[in-house]
């Protein structure tokens, strides 16, 4: 975003049509909620984030911008699991999290979504936001309607510029190929949680690491160096 300074706010919010300032406010959560069961007892893992309340937002409601996101179908987890055993790539299976992945999305084409702008939450003041500043939006943001469409197109335009395809029974399931048309590389996307297999050539494990270079990962590793396990989309 851009911290807008005090004069222009008061001419944005004068002029402004009042539905393209959307309000901000804090999300509270428990990560750990919806795998605590009786028999796993898990303590509070507390996570804050700042959304916009942008139900009301003109361009989405109008029908004007795309909102949807594919996700990796349950069928294609499976097939993926079953291929990665198929192939004998375990020592190669990984999974990941994109850190703060809605802020990683393209810059908003101002001439075909328009102008937006955020209002800090009343009564929590942002740092080094200037009390009746507005901040404009330069790219996505966590809470706007097309912030997982604008995480779906980064991340997939960078995917097929390295030389990825998508499946065609899974958008969401992407193959890299050989110049000999034998898979390499498979991986799988819901949001921001990824899972990736690859045959250990010194090609593909480049790959990956370009992928891993590429964005903020909060979570990273390899299945295998998991003794308990791990979990995919919750």
């Not at 004998?88 to 809605?102: E, L, T």
């Not at 980064?154 to 898979?183: K, M, N, Q, W």
């Not at 270079?213 to 919750?234: A, E, H, I, L, S």
Request: hydrophobic share 45%.
């Amino acid at each position: 975003v851009r911290i807008m300074n005090v004069s222009e706010s008061r001419i944005c919010t004068r002029d402004e049509d009042p539905a393209r300032i959307i309000n901000l406010r804090f999300v509270y959560r428990d990560k750990n909620a919806s795998i605590r069961t009786p028999q796993v007892d898990l303590p509070v893992k507390a996570k804050a984030r700042l959304c916009a309340q942008a139900w009301d937002e003109p361009m989405a409601k109008a029908g004007l911008i795309k909102v949807d996101a594919p996700t990796v179908q349950r069928v294609g987890i499976m097939i993926f699991l079953q291929l990665t055993v198929n192939f004998g790539w375990i020592k190669h299976w990984r999974f990941g999290d994109v850190k703060a992945a809605f802020l990683q999305g393209k810059n908003r084409d101002v001439n075909e979504k328009g102008r937006l702008f955020l209002r800090p939450p009343r009564g929590r003041p942002l740092q080094g936001v200037a009390f009746g500043c507005l901040l404009e939006v330069l790219t996505s943001v966590y809470g706007l309607p097309d912030a997982p469409r604008a995480w779906w197109e980064e991340l997939t335009t960078f995917l097929l510029s390295i030389g990825f395809r998508h499946c065609r029974i899974d958008v969401a399931f992407i193959f890299f190929y050989y110049d000999s048309g034998s898979v390499g590389i498979m991986i799988i996307l819901h949001v921001d949680d990824l899972m990736i297999a690859n045959d250990g050539s010194k090609l593909t494990e480049g790959i990956v690491e370009k992928l891993h270079n590429k964005y903020p990962f909060g979570v990273w590793g390899k299945v295998m160096d998991m003794p308990n396990g791990t979990t995919y989309t919750g």
